[in-house]
């Protein structure tokens, strides 16, 4: 069972450079989001998507766009790459609808912005 | 809004030591509580969850009571080993929250033999 899948696993761009993070679900789920982890500041909610075609802001957007076109895919691009951009990226994806459903987590994409 | 705050880290114990990280929650609505694991150079995994006021969540000897009463979701484990070295997150999720979790910063837990 893949679950989800993330790509890349390291990534260093230079400033003002623009990339995307690729994230694939398996498991036919409609919720999926980002989310950045940061030291002493643990996991916060980039945008976060409730089905295809419906995406939405989560608490720290700025810098990053999504799109969702099928439930399986939902791509994070950093349009303009800033040094505050560096962290570790997770995507995460749960079936929906309930409040006590599991996340599932990819393994996470370094970026280091320099 | 919501807000989950977690013990500092890092801790560091001996084996088979008894470990309590504690984790206390703020929310609108009535939450469901949960605590994930990273373990190193990994993502996110599902240690434990409770859905309701004093439900016990447990999983590879790990336990955590959902208390409304004093708003926490204390994780314990009576003897942990080498392997249990990670970082641990308590989260929420409100039922019409749209499935967005709300972490704590994390704990950094290692166990030396």
């Known amino acids: 069972n893949a679950g989800v899948t993330q790509t890349p696993k390291f990534q260093v761009l230079k400033t003002g450079q623009s990339m995307t993070l690729q994230c694939a679900q398996d498991?036919?789920?409609?919720?999926m989001s980002w989310y950045r982890q940061d030291p002493g500041m643990g996991l916060r909610l980039i945008h976060y998507?409730?089905?295809?075609?419906?995406?939405d802001q989560g608490e720290v957007p700025n810098g990053y766009n999504v799109s969702r076109s099928t439930t399986e895919d939902f791509p994070l691009r950093l349009l303009s790459a800033a040094p505050s951009q560096t962290s570790v990226y997770f995507c995460?994806?749960?079936?929906?609808?309930?409040?006590?459903?599991?996340?599932?987590f990819g393994q996470g994409t370094r970026l280091t912005v320099v | 809004g919501n807000s989950v705050t977690q013990m500092e880290g890092p801790v560091t114990l001996s084996e088979e030591a008894f470990l309590t990280i504690n984790c206390t929650y703020t929310a609108t609505g009535y939450p469901s509580l949960f605590w994930y694991v990273q373990y190193p150079g990994e993502g996110l995994q599902l240690l434990l969850k409770a859905t309701k006021a004093d439900d016990k969540g447990s999983n590879k000897g790990f336990e955590a009571t959902y208390r409304k009463e004093t708003t926490s979701f204390h994780l314990e484990k009576g003897s942990v080993q080498v392997s249990d070295s990670a970082v641990y997150f308590c989260a929420l999720k409100t039922r019409f929250g749209n499935e967005k979790l709300t972490f704590g910063t994390g704990t950094r837990l290692t166990i030396i033999p």
């Open positions: 995460a994806s749960s079936y929906g609808r309930q409040g006590d459903t599991e996340a599932f």
């Open positions: 998507s409730v089905g295809a075609g419906i995406t």
């Open positions: 498991m036919n789920h409609e919720y």
